[in-house]
């Protein structure tokens, strides 16, 4: 299948120059500034820039100062910046963590744009800090132009941090020369409850090095913990350099919070002080709103939600879900009755009404947690949408039967759903033939992950709705180093002229594992 014709990819120098050279140790920045500008008072912006939620006509773009700033972003269709368009942005100040989100709008569709981010003192306008560059290609209006991006997950799990030794998040720099359209991060986005210890000794002896902060020392629990947390991933060069480039559509899973986390659940963890995971919660959503700009969070509190539909082109909708705020207490999932399932009532209601409304080609239902894959959290309870009962559904699953069936009899086409979570990667098809429900159309589900974590073997599958793993790579023991094990993520390309859909499944290094093509236009696949 022929790709997509690619708007030419950016100067890298024009790109480079939005970044932070990190030194050698990768050294986390400090709060104050660089001598030659702290004498002048002038704010740094040393954690690069980002965009989020990319439309035709719109996107966010995203900074964090080291002191009071005001956020100033030009936009142009050329490295020159000739004819810039200028956006006056926010007041940063303590209250986000210094960070900041400009709305950009009226945007040309399908076109690349060239932005730069300069953060003005407060109190004198005229002294700026160096500009800050990055640069993204908007959604395109006509579906002929076709649309390219990859997804993933996991990220700084397991205590596997920022190796030096290895040159840090590798997979960044490959996705980020593979120059896609955006990037869906499938949830996990930090290890909110994982620590990051400065060395661990892997089974054959070798010393596996990480970057160490002080809030990566101790679980998450005050706001400037997760603060902490979501900033030490920034420290990745790799990571700045392709926020610099690449758009995000992010999505948060349970480590943003701890570890299998549901609404009310009090802890009985020895490491916490704070029991209450709703408290833990909306500290970490405040967070997770501060440092990713995604279109229907605020940028500071707890206002909005993360669920959301992106509007990609006449090609495809991207349809955010978020199965951790809404969801039921992790139990055995036995119950014949559920209607808070996993997506609480007003999700579901939400998500019925977006797909029916929805007039894209492909429909990319983005789940943070895959169906049939059986995730348990110890002994007795799940984790995820499947308890292990092959028969009808129980639990969770009546209502992900409930969607499914309503997808089948509205006849809504080009559903696919992708994932990460599991720490391998791997492809189900779905199909009433093999079934205990049989009211649903058959469809596809990829999984890919761990970005920057470790590996974990494969899940067991649940036959209600049922799966049949038709590819899987997966390490054959848990918590595989980075190191040991090759990190994942997948592609999708639709192409403009014929409308397929094609998925591959990626290792780092540059290795295609599987690929399928799926065609346009039907209910089921």
Known sequence: ???????????????????VAASAALALPTMTAAPALALSGRPRAAWGVQTGDVTSSSGLVWVRSDRPARMIVETSATESFRNAHRWHGPLVGADTDFTGRTALRGLPAGEQVHYRVTL???????????????????????????????WSGDIAGQGWGINPDIGGY??????????????????????????????????DGR????????????????????????????????????????????????????????????LDDPRYTEKNVNVLAERSRRAFGEYFPISTLAAAGCEGRVHRVVRHGPLLDVFVLDMRSYRNANSPGRQPDDTQGILGAEQLAWLKRELSRSRAVWKVIASDMPLGLVVADGTANFEAVAQGDPGAPLGRELQIAELLRYIKHRRITGTVWLTADVHHTSAQHYDPSRA???????????????LAAGGFPANALDATFGPARVFVRAPERANVSPMESPQYFGEVDIDGGSGELTVRLRAEGGTVLFSKVLQPGRVGQ
């Not at 299948?1 to 480079?16: E, F, G």
């Not at 700026?128 to 076709?146: H, I, L, N, Q």
């Not at 160490?212 to 629990?221: D, G, L, M, P």
């Not at 205990?436 to 761990?450: H, L, N, Q, R, T």
Request: charged share 30%; hydrophobic share 35%; aromatic share 12%.
């Open 1 to 19: 299948m022929s790709h997509s014709p690619r708007i030419p990819s950016p100067d890298r120098r024009s790109v480079l120059r939005g970044t």
């Open 207 to 266: 010393i596996w090095r990480n970057i160490t902060t002080e809030e990566k020392s101790r679980v998450a629990q005050t706001l400037a913990d997760f603060r902490g947390n979501f900033r030490y991933n920034l420290l990745d060069e790799n990571v700045r350099r392709f926020n610099a480039q690449v758009p995000t559509v992010v999505q948060w899973d349970d480590h943003e919070v701890r570890n299998n986390w549901y609404p009310g659940q009090i």
């Open 170 to 203: 590798r997979a960044y720099d490959e996705m980020r020369r593979l120059d896609p359209d955006f990037f869906l991060c499938s949830g996990d986005t930090i290890y909110a409850d994982g620590v990051i210890e400065p060395s661990v000794t892997l089974p």
């Open 120 to 150: 003005a003192d407060p109190e004198d306008p005229r002294r700026t800090g160096e500009p800050v560059y990055g640069t993204f290609r908007t959604a395109p209006a006509k579906r002929r132009e076709g649309v390219r991006f990859l």
């Open 436 to 450: 205990a429900f049989k009211d649903f159309a058959p469809f596809w589900e990829f999984v890919s992950g761990p």
